[in-house]
């Protein structure tokens, strides 16, 4: 168990529509990361937020959007649902971010499936 | 553009076979390269390596890395079931921020 939180585990929905994923980074740390595994792309940064503040973007949709909040935790919101968003959503923490290698622990995961 | 690639995609073997992972990368400022083994959801760590020619091992598991060459192997000696698994490769991009680049993942399986 690495001490990051998510949830859903399982989440099944429509094309079309809008669902939030919610991250409790481990206790301490700072820096939150969120990332995408589906098949066809394999593990895929989103996004990193540090202490609120977003730090780094990576291949992140428009549709997409996130934010942590004064409590650290951090939400991933998914909108207007394809059906190529079906995948893992992996939530990881680190104590700090971008001045030196940070280990990254990760979360169980978000499955989302997009019918 | 950042890039790490990994060979095979998909490998099958026998217990006790020793098998070789590959991982070769493109990557600006490169300090470290990362292994992770992910079976059924989060990867989970397996090695670090910062410096060229200086084997990391664990058990069965060994790694090292070649920084002129831009490479990394995994080695998995006398494999065992729980062995099978994806094994990820990914590099930290650190920017005044921080991301990690991974490849597309071997997927091994070890038939008994």
């Known amino acids: 168990d690495s001490g990051v939180t998510q949830t859903p585990k399982h989440l099944i929905t429509a094309t079309g529509q809008r669902v939030t994923l919610r991250c409790s980074p481990r206790?301490?740390?700072?820096?939150v990361y969120w990332y995408q595994q589906s098949l066809d792309q394999g593990l895929q940064f989103l996004i990193q937020?540090?202490?609120?503040?977003?730090?780094a973007k990576g291949n992140i949709l428009e549709r997409f959007s996130a934010q942590q909040f004064p409590d650290l935790h951090s939400e991933l919101n998914l909108s207007s649902l394809e059906l190529g968003d079906s995948a893992l959503y992996f939530c990881?923490?680190?104590?700090?971010?971008?001045?030196?290698?940070?280990?990254?622990?990760f979360g169980p995961g978000t499955r989302l499936t997009v019918l | 553009e950042d890039k790490v690639v990994q060979s095979p995609l998909s490998l099958v073997v026998h217990e006790g076979d020793t098998v070789t992972l590959n991982c070769s990368y493109e990557v600006t400022n490169f300090r470290s390269l990362l292994w992770y083994k992910q079976e059924k959801k989060a990867p989970t760590f397996l090695f670090m390596l910062t410096s060229s020619g200086i084997e990391k091992k664990s058990g069965r598991l060994s790694s090292i890395l070649d920084k002129k060459e831009l490479f990394s192997i995994l080695n998995i000696t006398a494999t065992q079931t729980g062995d099978s698994a994806v094994y990820l490769c990914a590099v930290p991009i650190i920017q005044g921020a921080q991301k990690l680049v991974f490849g597309q993942g071997t997927r091994l399986t070890i038939n008994p």
């Open positions: 937020y540090y202490n609120g503040e977003e730090r």
């Open positions: 206790s301490g740390d700072l820096s």
């Open positions: 990881a923490s680190s104590e700090e971010a971008g001045v030196k290698y940070n280990e990254q622990f």
